[in-house]
């Protein structure tokens, strides 16, 4: 079955604030993780990525935190921009889904940008 | 080329008809995948190539799936019979050889979005 998934399929904030998306896994094994964006009619492109043996990484406006205890991860998006509307996925490396040492990728969450 | 290029990009078949999907990854990537993604749900893996090593198609879904890779570059996706449950948009991505390139290194294609009616 799915070892990634999300909690909401669907995210609503207004232009300007902080975006929170979640994902749980569920493969206490996995050591690598990454998110992407997939605008629409587009593949998934890169965002971030974290391993196993941090808690958090940073990159330009977004943060990924890992909560290995929980088997929690999330993106944050600071000031939430028109161009951050997409689709974004967790992806685990191995898991159930990937193919042997493949990336397994939760369902996504619908991020939409209020004006 | 700068990208991985599918083609077509819209595809509308009949039920029971055969489809090929192409797949033209970035030179020099010697890893392949494709992956399968219906509406409101996420990438579903479907088969790997690496080099010229058997490919792991551990994540086909029946026997009406197949996928060949020739010359180590352009990948077909071939679906036979198709079914309205076939509908979807067919990913495809490249990388330098899987596990040892940063950031995994998949590059994706924008896919092929395949309606069976």
């Known amino acids: 079955g799915e070892s990634v998934g999300l909690h909401l399929p669907t995210l609503s904030v207004q232009e300007g604030d902080n975006s929170i998306i979640n994902c749980a896994y569920s493969?206490?094994?996995?050591?690598?993780f990454i998110w992407y964006k997939q605008e629409s009619g587009k593949g998934p492109q890169f965002i971030i990525d974290i391993r196993s043996n941090m808690d958090k990484r940073q990159g330009q406006r977004v943060t990924v935190l890992l909560n290995k205890t929980v088997k929690h991860l999330s993106l944050q998006i600071a000031a939430t921009q028109p161009g951050d509307s997409a689709v974004y996925f967790c992806a685990e490396k191995g898991g159930s889904g990937g193919g042997a040492d493949g990336l397994t990728f939760g369902k996504g969450t619908h991020l939409i940008i209020q004006p | 080329g700068a990208g991985v290029s599918q083609s077509p990009s819209n595809k509308v078949t009949e039920k029971g008809k055969d489809v090929e999907l192409r797949c033209d990854p970035i030179?020099?990537?010697?890893?392949l995948y494709w992956y399968r993604q219906s509406l409101g749900q996420g990438l579903e893996f479907l088969i790997y190539?690496?080099?010229?090593?058997?490919?792991?198609k551990s994540g086909l879904p029946s026997d009406r799936f197949s996928a060949e890779r020739t010359g180590g570059s352009v990948s077909t996706l071939t679906i036979q019979r198709t079914q309205q449950e076939d509908s979807a948009v067919y990913l495809c991505a490249s990388s330098l050889r899987r596990g040892q390139a940063k950031n995994y290194g998949y590059t994706f294609g924008s896919g092929t979005r395949l309606t069976v009616v």
């Open positions: 030179s020099g990537h010697t890893a």
């Open positions: 493969n206490s094994a996995s050591d690598y």
């Open positions: 190539f690496q080099g010229n090593s058997a490919p792991d």
